[in-house]
């Protein structure tokens, strides 16, 4: 995408947006702006605060203070309008694995309440985008990681989202599947002018993808830029050599919550 397209308005807002848990401030007056149709990368360590502000994002946790606008909506106050506005791939899988690809696509398009006609045809177009319609009638416990993380993009962008929120979505997949994937995803982008927010710790894919990199550590954002620019900061020679710079080599430790608990929270009253 070039730069006089990524210069558009902001789809995401996001104030000094604080996260407080008793005498633990997990997020601390964060502050960044992401550009409809970019794709920016949201890099930290694991306790950094990343998930939590994630999670303030996409309703699933309320602020202790700032403001958040995401698509023009307020995620406290209108939840149901900030939860059209995007799609979601976790890092853990959340898919049924009991049900079959069109299965799990239509299990979706009912929670987002899509009729059964739009439904149908944009299964189909969904499914063959991510190469999957001929395999649509079979059990995802069939599926390889890198079919079911395909079928996990597809159905995000079901209900036809602005923002595509990817949690580290490629994840143990081999190097082949990742290329495939973040292809598709590209593709998107490029095509549909879907905005992608990521998490990853895979930093060439951040600095080859990203347009925009925050980098978070105990709970404030540290630096944001250009991978190009954060290298040239810290006179570091990639986004890998720069993240460490920031955020030092001291191995970090976090729970990550089950995705099915997140997926639960989100569409509670749905179910």
């Known amino acids: 995408m070039s730069e006089t397209e990524m210069t ?44 939590t502000t994630i999670k303030m994002l996409t309703t699933l946790l309320a602020p202790t203070g700032g403001a958040i606008r995401l698509n023009g909506y307020d995620p406290v106050r ?18 049924d694995n009991e049900l079959t690809a069109y299965e799990n696509m239509v299990f979706h398009a009912v929670l987002f309440r899509i009729p ?25 416990k069939k599926f390889s990681g890198g079919m079911k993380r395909r079928l996990e993009i597809a159905r995000g962008l079901l209900h036809l989202p602005q923002i595509l929120f990817l949690d580290e979505p490629t994840l143990g997949l081999d190097p082949q599947t990742r290329h495939l994937l973040w292809e598709h995803i590209r593709e998107l982008n490029k095509k549909e002018q879907i905005t992608v927010f990521l998490t990853t710790h895979i930093m060439e894919e951040a600095e080859r993808v990203a347009g925009t990199v925050a980098v978070i550590d105990h709970g404030k954002i540290i630096d944001q830029g250009s991978p190009g620019a954060l290298a040239e900061r810290t006179g570091t020679a990639s986004l890998e050599e720069a993240f460490l710079a920031l955020t030092g080599k001291a191995i970090r430790e976090e729970e990550p919550e089950s995705a099915n608990i997140m997926l639960k929270r989100m569409f509670r009253g749905r179910w």
């Open 116 to 140: 059964p006609q739009l439904r149908k045809e944009r299964i189909k177009a969904l499914l063959e985008l991510v190469q999957l319609w001929e395999r649509k009638d079979e059990q995802v």
């Open 8 to 51: 558009g308005e902001a789809i995401i807002e996001v104030t000094e947006l604080t996260k407080k848990y008793g005498d633990l401030t997990a997020v601390d007056c964060v502050s960044f702006t992401v550009r409809r149709g970019e794709i920016f990368a949201f890099l930290g360590p694991n306790g950094a605060g990343k998930t």
């Open 78 to 95: 209108e939840q149901d309008a900030v939860r059209r506005s995007f799609g979601i791939v976790f890092q853990d899988p959340s898919l």
